[in-house]
T-cell receptor, first 116, second 115 residues
Framework: DAGITQSPRHKVTETGTPVTLRCHQTENHRYMYWYRQDPGHGLRLIHYSYGVKDTDKGEVSDGYSVSRSKTEDFLLTLESATSSQTSVYFC???????????????FGPGTRLTVL | AQKVTQAQTEISVVEKEDVTLDCVYETRDTTYYLFWYKQPPSGELVFLIRRNSFDEQNEISGRYSWNFQKSTSSFNFTITASQVVDSAVYFCALSPYSGTYKYIFGTGTRLKVLA
C-alpha cells in the first residue's frame, strides 16, 4: 500500500470556522490531489499539486485553498467552512507519469468533515 | 466533454452469481487511461486496474475481468462467482492524456452480494 496518511480522520466544526486538512506521503511522489466525495457525485477534484509550491484548481475549487511547502505534505484549507462543505475528503498521490503517461493515483484513507 | 457514466446505481446479487458493472466514457482524446477502484464499507479507495486506450485486450485477474471496447466507449467490469467480500462501491475513472493528469470519476455502482 502507498504510504499516505490523512489527518484528522474525523472532524466536526461549526459554520464560519477555518479548517485545515493534512495529507502526508512517504512515497516521494510528485503529484498530490484533493478530492471530495458526495453521494450522487462520485469523487470530484478540488485542487492538485504538481510539485512544491506548484498547485492548480480542479473542478470544485471555490471555498478551498491549498499549500505545498514540502514534497510530502499537501494541505487543504477551508477558510470559512460552510455546511455545503460537509463531505468526505480524499487525498491522492501519483508519480511523475513520464513518457508513458502512466499516472495511477493512490488514495489516502479519507477525512470525514461535518460542518454544523 | 470528458465524462464517465455508471448507469447502475445499485446492484444486488446472490453469492456465487456473476455480475457485470458497466462503465461508459466520453472523451475526444485519442490517448487516455481508464481505471477501476473499489471502495469497501470501510471507506478506503483501492486501485484495481489501469488500461490505456491503445490496449483493447481483455484482462482477467482471478475472479475479476475487464472488457474494454473502444467502439462502444465502454470499460465493463465482471466479477465471476461473487462473494460477500465483493460488496462495495465500485468507481470507474477516465484520465485523458492531456498533461494535467486529472481523473474524471463516475458516480459509482454499489454492489451488494447477499449470502
Amino acid at each position: 500500500d502507498a504510504g499516505i496518511t490523512q489527518s484528522p480522520r474525523h472532524k466536526v466544526t461549526e459554520t464560519g470556522t477555518p479548517v485545515t486538512l493534512r495529507c502526508h506521503q512517504t512515497e516521494n511522489h510528485r503529484y498530490m490531489y484533493w478530492y471530495r466525495q458526495d453521494p450522487g457525485h462520485g469523487l470530484r477534484l478540488i485542487h492538485y499539486s504538481y510539485g512544491v509550491k506548484d498547485t492548480d484548481k480542479g473542478e470544485v475549487s471555490d471555498g478551498y485553498s491549498v499549500s505545498r511547502s514540502k514534497t510530502e505534505d499537501f494541505l487543504l484549507t477551508l477558510e470559512s467552512a460552510t455546511s455545503s462543505q460537509t463531505s468526505v475528503y480524499f487525498c491522492a498521490i501519483s508519480d511523475d507519469p513520464g513518457l508513458a503517461g502512466e499516472d495511477t493515483q493512490y488514495f489516502g484513507p479519507g477525512t470525514r468533515l461535518t460542518v454544523l | 466533454a470528458q465524462k464517465v457514466t455508471q448507469a447502475q446505481t445499485e446492484i444486488s446479487v446472490v453469492e456465487k452469481e456473476d455480475v457485470t458493472l458497466d462503465c461508459v466514457y466520453e472523451t475526444r482524446d485519442t490517448t487516455y487511461y481508464l481505471f477501476w477502484y473499489k471502495q469497501p464499507p470501510s471507506g478506503e479507495l483501492v486501485f484495481l486496474i489501469r488500461r490505456n486506450s491503445f490496449d483493447e485486450q481483455n484482462e482477467i485477474s482471478g475472479r475479476y475481468s475487464w472488457n474494454f471496447q473502444k467502439s462502444t466507449s465502454s470499460f465493463n467490469f465482471t466479477i465471476t462467482a461473487s462473494q460477500v467480500v465483493d460488496s462495495a462501491v465500485y468507481f470507474c475513472a477516465l484520465s485523458p492524456y492531456s498533461g494535467t493528469y486529472k481523473y474524471i470519476f463516475g458516480t459509482g455502482t454499489r454492489l451488494k452480494v447477499l449470502a
